[in-house]
């Protein structure tokens, strides 16, 4: 007997129940494939989307979330998902073939109808190995041991001496329930780096959205002088530290390599088993940084389809042609580049 043929339908608020069902139980889904990144990319930057699920006998078995981001400084792309380091089709195993052809195809078809220049898929693994692909980005993911102490030996040894200086300095940690100090060392950060800041509604609202499943650790010297921050997401047994920043006393007392150790420790004692270090360019300092973790790198496969351009577009910090744009932004007061900022980077994604 024939199987009965996959249809695909856009979210609908009634149907998010059990689209994020389906993702919190689908090995291939990530955080990002929550359907609450709907709402959050069309309220805080103003992205039309599509959120795509296939379905077979009333059952969910694939979803794809989409954003179509339009700049005239960065271009025209549909992208699964803006603002987000994993994306693509997530699939059930038994219709992993017909889901992704499905969901592809109305992707195409909705690319092809809002003129865009590329279509992005942010995959964790390659789907289509034939396709442009970008190879700047990798994941560092790796298993936290059920013991603590396990996972301190774990650190290569000169990572571990960090860990243990800031320990001595007498760093603590504290979970914050809002982001104002996060955001402060996070948008001091990020002008000191060139790239402008994303606005502080976007943080509040990630913390409004996913509660306990967004968590804001903050490390302080003992006189609670604020040095360091992340923001990270919980999702099934993983955390994933996903944004970050520090102040420029941070690096003399270790408070980041203590920021990252009382993150791995907390998600050990709450039952986490994977941490994931998230995305960095290969080359860079955060990259070498998450290495000396003894985290391996893993290259992440964002494969594309190309319509009105030739080649894979670069709109990343590494690219030669913003160095100028750098350079300015960095001599920017903090003021000035969070008033206008989240103007610019709502269109990189």
Not at 326 to 346: E, F, K, Q, S
Request: hydrophobic fraction near 40%; charged fraction near 25%.
């Amino acid at each position: 007997m024939d199987r009965l043929a996959i249809t695909v339908k856009p979210l609908a608020p009634e149907d998010a129940l059990r689209w994020d069902a389906f993702v919190r139980a689908c090995p291939q889904a990530t955080f990002f494939h929550l359907s609450a990144w709907q709402q959050i990319t069309e309220q805080i930057f103003r992205h039309r989307s599509f959120f795509l699920y296939a379905e077979r006998a009333g059952e969910i078995v694939g979803v794809l979330p989409l954003a179509e981001v339009k700049s005239r400084l960065f271009g025209h792309a549909l992208t699964s998902l803006p603002f987000c380091v994993y994306g693509g089709v997530a699939a059930s195993a038994d219709s992993e073939a017909e889901a992704l052809a499905a969901l592809e195809a109305e992707a195409d078809a909705l690319a092809r109808k809002l003129g865009v220049q590329h279509l992005e898929y942010r995959n964790l693994n390659p789907r289509h190995p034939d396709w442009p692909h970008q190879e700047l980005y990798v994941t560092f993911r790796k298993a936290i041991l059920p013991e603590v102490e396990d996972n301190m030996l774990a650190i290569p040894r000169k990572q571990r001496a960090m860990v243990r200086k800031g320990i001595k300095n007498g760093l603590v940690s504290h979970v914050d329930t809002d982001v104002e100090r996060f955001f402060a060392v996070y948008a001091d950060n990020v002008l000191r780096h060139g790239t402008p800041a994303l606005p502080k509604r976007f943080f509040q609202c990630l913390k409004e959205t996913f509660g306990d499943d967004c968590e804001v650790l903050t490390v302080t010297d003992d006189a609670g002088k604020v040095l360091s921050s992340v923001l990270s997401f919980y999702f099934r047994d993983e955390v994933l530290p996903y944004y970050a920043g520090d102040d420029l006393a941070a690096r003399d007392v270790a408070a980041n390599d203590f920021k990252y150790w009382e993150l791995m420790r907390r998600a050990c004692e709450r039952g986490c088993k994977v941490f994931d270090y998230g995305r960095s360019k290969v080359g860079t300092g955060p990259y070498s940084f998450k290495k000396n973790w003894g985290f391996e790198p893993q290259h992440l496969s964002y494969e594309y389809q190309l319509y009105k351009r030739d080649s894979v577009p670069q709109n990343n910090p590494m690219n030669p042609k913003y160095r100028l744009f750098i350079a300015m932004w960095r001599r920017l007061p903090v003021g000035v580049a969070n008033a206008i900022g989240p103007h610019i980077v709502r269109n990189l994604g």
